[in-house]
């Protein structure tokens, strides 16, 4: 059974903070992540793709890979009200093209 | 371009009827995927077509099915509808490989809520 954890929250932290969202996996063969962002009542919005080892930059957004940890993470630098989400990592399962899905990270930042 | 559409947005049903939904991929999108979102299993994998033919699928009983059109239209139908099936139904379209992004990626439409009394 191919797994991907995510911690489901709520993660706290004040405008301007650093939020860190972090996932892991089982499925050693998976080679690629997704991070989707979700807000209540919509449905999910990709903000990243990662598939090589190490860090991964698009605006205030960071992903990190470790494929020997099977770890992936999201940072969201100078963190805004409105990143108050939902995040979703998804792995791409390996041999197909489908992706499991986390549960969810829910992230609260605080005016 | 447009985005994934879906149709109805929202929907009612009792037990025992059945249900069909409809998805439109982003134009030029041959690949589509649908999804089932409850609060307590999260995003839960149904079945992905590609250019009309089933290509994977979920561990979702028989009463799941779908199916896909030659213009990539997909519709996906649950019969025999029970209590549990309320959920949030999503269709994705997937964007296929290019440089840069050599793994396809899915966009997701609005869903579909279906709520089963």
């Known amino acids: 059974q191919k797994e991907v954890e995510q911690n489901s929250g709520p993660l706290s932290v004040p405008e301007g903070a650093i939020a860190s969202l972090n996932c892991t996996y089982s499925d050693r063969g998976s080679q690629s992540f997704f991070w989707y962002r979700q807000y209540s009542g919509k449905s999910p919005e990709l903000i990243m793709f990662?598939?090589?080892?190490g860090d991964k930059e698009d605006g205030r957004f960071t992903a990190q890979l470790n494929k020997a940890s099977q770890y992936v993470s999201l940072l969201i630098r100078d963190s805004q009200p409105s990143d108050s989400a939902t995040y979703l990592c998804a792995g791409v399962n390996s041999g197909y093209s489908t992706l499991t899905f986390g549960k969810g990270t829910m992230l609260l930042v605080s005016p | 371009k447009a985005g994934v559409t879906q149709t109805p947005r929202y929907l009612i049903k009792t037990r025992g009827q059945q249900v069909t939904l409809s998805c439109s991929p982003i134009?030029?999108?041959?690949?589509v995927s649908w999804y089932q979102q409850t609060p307590g299993q999260g995003l839960q994998f149904l079945f992905e077509y590609f250019s009309e033919t089933q290509r994977n699928k979920g561990n979702f009983p028989g009463r799941f099915s779908g199916r896909q059109f030659s213009n990539s239209r997909s519709e996906m139908n649950v019969s025999t509808l029970e209590l549990g099936d309320s959920a949030l139904y999503l269709c994705?379209?997937?964007?296929?490989?290019?440089?840069?992004?050599?793994?396809?990626?899915?966009?997701f439409g609005p869903g579909t809520r279906l709520l089963v009394l």
């Open positions: 994705a379209s997937s964007q296929p490989p290019s440089p840069g992004q050599p793994q396809e990626t899915q966009y």
């Open positions: 134009s030029g999108h041959r690949s």
């Open positions: 990662i598939y090589s080892n």
